[in-house]
């Protein structure tokens, strides 16, 4: 008996079934039988040979093919890829649940889960042995440039000044991120704060666990605050919670349908759900078998629209509803049908995020960050794939065609990072509970998204949580809100309508006009969020560092990380100096605008308008702070003078918060 038919064979011997092998077309009838099993042979099978090479071999032999089975995909060998290949980022494909041992150079290498050895910067070892063997080929990073306390900038090195202060060009931005460069229209990664956007401790109640809710993301942007917002639910929750979730991006709203149907897909484990999902959130690049059941999703999306189907299915309490024209996906299936392979991709991709025109505007990040987190940024950007330092990418060969246009280009900026967003505080504390050190930024992140991604597909699966996908105008959608043509959302109906930066783009008045009717009036906590980010290209504010005192300036200097003793008297003339740089890039968060910043909502009649739509403006927010990096319940915009050090390099230097974003909230009056 041919190899393929004795493994098949062992493996029916241990079943209960009384199945007769005499063909590897058996395995055909075994899927129909029984589906774990049908699993157990697919993977001896295609451990032995190729499935696809073999099919030629069994078709030309005299057995007999008795007819392939009716299954839900477009193809036998897309159904058996699909439920067989592995999707981890870890050795042999599995997902991976703890740091391993960084020498793991070959998939027969048996991967250690208890790593005790190695520095503190980005990689540990299961041995001495181990690490002496690495040390080799991990020299480069812990004794290179990057690492060192010494490194300075290139324009610091060359004395020349930067390029972001070029008199030809621009002057220095008065934040801390870089200024655009690359495609400005995908918005695929956002910067803003991730927010649990009903922060029931603060508002209805942390024991509100039977109360039922709808939440509207008018311009929801990427997943960030649907998964903070439904993942700080009560652990015990038992209401009905619908979502609505809008954006007028079509390549936003796509991207978010397919990451969502990856986490939600009823033939994955949430272990390996969460892990595809959020490389196909922040990963340039994939492995094939990530490649393949990509390309699946597009059997999903063409099944949308057949018979009315609107749903996604997934086994859970919760659904996912798509309500979208037949047109609205078609950039996403035009890009998921595209043919560019590696090479052209990482071409595109190092054109944007490696460009040596923008050297100086990534020194002047890299000059504001920890050396070690230098090198986890550097080692990071250079390929685009989000996992831990130590793991072999080498795997990662396919593009991931949620990121590149259909003709292959890289669709994001090189400002755009997968560390902004988010709370590095967290992010660090759940990496450092998986066994890593905060110096491995991007493999915290990694272990803390899987963590996120994970509960929020177990919340969905055990709680009546309903999310609705559209993609509407941001300022048509209150219209087909109040035909009460989108069930099950209607006229009075929402708890919380978080609006983004929208009003960047339209008056905030016009938002109240718009959203106000549509507040449930029977929920005194329901409320209308806000954001500006870019009032002050009307209203610049600066510290003014003559009225703020020497011993004001010594302390805000301190909770930058600056020593001032160590600044030489002629830094303090020169702008172009790398510690200059981080002081007056980093000081703009200490300016105190309260008032400019009314003047600018006074500027709108936003107060009167408030009034009319019967809701007011929140002195103190119940929901997220007025600014980052102050208390929730601050009265005012009141400066971060309590930070501490650590506390103002997690919000502002690597968690990439704009110290010039203003947080509004609008309650019912009365």
């Known amino acids: 008996m041919c190899p393929i038919g004795q493994i098949i064979l062992a493996g029916v011997a241990k079943t209960p079934c009384n199945l007769h092998v005499d063909s590897p077309f058996l395995m055909y009838q075994l899927i129909l039988t029984t589906r774990a099993w049908a699993l157990h042979i697919c993977a001896q099978l295609l451990k032995v040979t190729s499935f696809t090479r073999q099919l030629p071999t069994l078709k030309d032999s005299n057995l007999p093919a008795p007819p392939l089975p009716s299954l839900p995909l477009c193809s036998i060998r897309g159904y058996l890829l699909g439920l067989m290949s592995p999707l981890g980022s870890g050795p042999g494909g599995k997902p991976l649940s703890r740091p391993l041992c960084a020498n793991i150079v070959t998939e027969a290498t048996p991967p250690s889960q208890r790593t005790k050895f190695g520095n503190q910067m980005c990689s540990k070892y299961c041995s001495k042995d181990c690490q002496m063997q690495h040390w080799k080929a991990h020299r480069i990073y812990c004794k290179g440039p990057l690492i060192s306390t010494s490194w300075l900038p290139a324009w610091a090195n060359q004395r020349r000044s930067p390029a972001f202060m070029d008199l030809d060009s621009q002057a220095e931005s008065p934040t801390l991120m870089h200024e655009s460069f690359g495609l400005p229209f995908a918005y695929l990664w956002g910067n803003l704060p991730a927010i649990d956007c009903l922060n029931l401790s603060n508002n209805e109640s942390s024991s509100a666990t039977t109360d039922n809710f709808k939440i509207c993301f008018v311009a929801s942007g990427d997943l960030r605050n649907l998964l903070r917002t439904v993942n700080c639910l009560p652990a015990e929750y038992d209401g009905q919670c619908d979502i609505l979730f809008n954006d007028s991006n079509p390549l936003v709203v796509g991207h978010n349908l397919v990451v969502l149907w990856a986490l939600l897909n009823p033939e994955l484990a949430v272990d390996d759900a969460a892990e595809f999902a959020l490389h196909l959130m922040y990963s340039s690049m994939l492995t094939p078998s990530m490649s393949n059941f990509l390309s699946r999703s597009l059997d999903v999306i063409d099944g949308l629209f057949d018979d009315n189907n609107y749903s996604i299915g997934f086994n859970g309490r919760g659904t996912l509803n798509v309500r979208l024209a037949h047109d609205d996906l078609d950039i996403t299936k035009e890009m998921l049908q595209s043919k560019y392979g590696q090479c052209a991709a990482m071409h595109t991709y190092t054109k944007i995020m490696c460009s040596p025109k923008r050297r100086d505007y990534t020194d002047r990040y890299l000059n504001s960050l920890e050396p070690a987190h230098r090198l986890s940024f550097t080692h990071y950007r250079t390929s685009g794939i989000l996992v831990p330092f130590w793991l072999d990418i080498s795997k990662f060969v396919e593009p991931n065609r949620l990121m590149f246009?259909?003709?292959?280009?890289?669709?994001?900026?090189?400002?755009?990072?997968?560390?902004?967003?988010?709370?590095?505080?967290?992010?660090?504390?759940?990496?450092?509970?998986?066994?890593?050190?905060?110096?491995?930024?991007?493999?915290?992140?990694?272990?803390?998204?899987?963590?996120?991604?994970?509960?929020?597909?177990?919340?969905?699966?055990?709680?009546?949580?309903?999310?609705?996908?559209?993609?509407?105008?941001?300022?048509?959608?209150?219209?087909?809100?109040?035909?009460?043509?989108?069930?099950?959302?209607?006229?009075?109906?929402?708890?919380?309508?978080?609006?983004?930066?929208?009003?960047?783009?339209?008056?905030?008045?016009?938002?109240?006009?718009?959203?106000?009717?549509?507040?449930?009036?029977?929920?005194?906590?329901?409320?209308?969020?806000?954001?500006?980010?870019?009032?002050?290209?009307?209203?610049?504010?600066?510290?003014?560092?003559?009225?703020?005192?020497?011993?004001?300036?010594?302390?805000?200097?301190?909770?930058?990380?600056?020593?001032?003793?160590?600044?030489?008297?002629?830094?303090?003339?020169?702008?172009?100096?790398?510690?200059?740089?981080?002081?007056?890039?980093?000081?703009?968060?200490?300016?105190?605008?309260?008032?400019?910043?009314?003047?600018?909502?006074?500027?709108?009649?936003?107060?009167?308008?408030?009034?009319?739509?019967?809701?007011?403006?929140?002195?103190?927010?119940?929901?997220?702070?007025?600014?980052?990096?102050?208390?929730?319940?601050?009265?005012?915009?009141?400066?971060?003078?309590?930070?501490?050090?650590?506390?103002?390099?997690?919000?502002?230097?690597?968690?990439?918060?704009?110290?010039?974003?203003?947080?509004?909230?609008?309650?019912?009056?009365?």
């Open 405 to 670: 246009s259909s003709s292959g280009d890289w669709l994001l900026r090189d400002s755009d990072s997968p560390l902004h967003g988010w709370d590095m505080t967290l992010v660090f504390a759940h990496g450092e509970k998986c066994g890593l050190n905060r110096a491995d930024s991007y493999g915290c992140l990694f272990f803390y998204l899987k963590n996120e991604l994970s509960n929020f597909a177990k919340r969905l699966r055990d709680c009546r949580i309903d999310t609705t996908m559209t993609m509407f105008d941001a300022t048509a959608l209150p219209s087909v809100l109040s035909s009460s043509s989108l069930e099950p959302f209607s006229p009075g109906c929402f708890d919380r309508i978080e609006t983004s930066n929208v009003a960047d783009y339209i008056s905030a008045p016009r938002i109240l006009r718009d959203w106000a009717p549509l507040l449930n009036r029977s929920n005194k906590f329901a409320a209308i969020l806000i954001d500006f980010l870019n009032w002050q290209k009307y209203h610049l504010v600066q510290l003014d560092v003559k009225a703020a005192g020497k011993r004001a300036m010594e302390k805000y200097v301190s909770i930058m990380g600056i020593n001032m003793q160590s600044i030489l008297p002629r830094e303090w003339s020169n702008l172009a100096s790398p510690v200059m740089t981080r002081l007056y890039g980093g000081l703009c968060a200490f300016a105190d605008d309260h008032e400019q910043f009314q003047l600018f909502l006074r500027d709108q009649n936003i107060m009167k308008t408030a009034t009319l739509c019967g809701v007011r403006l929140r002195n103190t927010n119940r929901i997220h702070p007025k600014r980052a990096g102050v208390p929730s319940d601050s009265p005012r915009l009141t400066i971060p003078s309590k930070l501490t050090k650590l506390e103002f390099y997690n919000t502002y230097l690597i968690g990439g918060s704009e110290p010039t974003t203003r947080f509004v909230e609008f309650g019912l009056s009365g």
